[in-house]
């Protein structure tokens, strides 16, 4: 299975590339939105995780990108931000971008079972190779 992953944070990036290649995934790591468009125009990949806020071009912009050249490849969007203040007027953005696209979201900071069951939640049922992940989910989980 090939993935992007297109997040602004080079650490969260090679920890989810790590965790993706000793399922024997390809991992396609970038640090922007930008990016992650121009991958994805040379390049099918089976599957993105983007995260939300990123600078120049945030995640909701990435997605609507990325869903011109690849519209129907699943997308995980993540995000770790929270309001300071007042986190009952603060939009939920992960709702808003699995709205405008995204297949499954994921809060950072996240379990490495979080992070394999939102892609079999995604890939599964479009008849990828993902047996590997699935042991890795029940065998963490239970």
Known sequence: MKIL??????????????????????????????????ALEHS???LAL????MPVMDGIETIRRCRRSAPTMPI????????????R???????????????RSLRKPFESTDLFAAILGCVGRHGFEVEP????????VD
């Open 5 to 38: 992953v297109i997040d602004d944070d080079a650490s969260i990036g090679m920890a989810i590339r790590a965790l993706l290649r000793s399922e024997s995934c390809d991992v396609v790591v970038v640090e922007s939105g930008g990016l992650g468009v121009k």
């Open 89 to 103: 007027t603060a939009p939920n953005y992960l709702r808003i971008a699995c709205k405008l696209g995204a297949t």
């Open 133 to 140: 992940l699935r042991n890795v989910v029940s065998n963490r």
């Open 76 to 87: 995980v969007v993540m995000s770790g931000f929270r309001f300071r203040y007042d986190w």
């Open 44 to 46: 099918r990949f089976d």
């Open 50 to 53: 983007i995260d939300i806020f």
